[in-house]
């Protein structure tokens, strides 16, 4: 459950440093921030696997660079369902999407993995 929460906490801070460094991305308030972290963490668990394979050829074609394109596209639909977030356009998307898995990637190497632990 800790790690859970500290998940959602490393999502909603890599949404807060888009936000800071990305113009094109507002979120406003902390509650906004950790919805979005949440609804992120859902997103990426349930619909991004869908996408993922739908898109795999494209993904192919374009030696994994379309994975940035399906990232921001989750981003995108998080800012859609969550008041008081927005991400304006395409390439705010993307830059918010490799802010967001940069963070996401060290508090992943921070927190070590659940399995090495059992």
């Known amino acids: 459950m800790i790690r859970f929460i500290l998940r959602i906490l ?4 890599g949404l807060w440093l888009s936000d800071r460094l990305i113009t094109g991305v507002v979120v406003q308030g902390v509650t906004t921030l950790l919805l979005a972290g949440l609804l992120l963490g859902v997103v990426n668990a ?10 795999f050829p494209l993904t ?3 030696l994994g660079l379309f994975l940035l394109v399906v990232n921001a596209a989750m981003i995108g639909l998080v800012s859609l369902i969550v008041p008081g977030m927005q991400v304006h356009g395409l390439w705010a998307g993307v830059q918010a ?12 190497v921070l927190l070590g993995d659940a399995k090495r632990e059992e």
């Open 10 to 13: 490393i999502a909603a801070a």
């Open 46 to 55: 349930i619909v991004r696997p869908v996408v993922t394979v739908l898109t």
């Open 60 to 62: 192919l074609l374009t």
């Open 97 to 108: 999407a490799v802010v967001t898995g940069v963070v996401s990637w060290i508090g992943q």
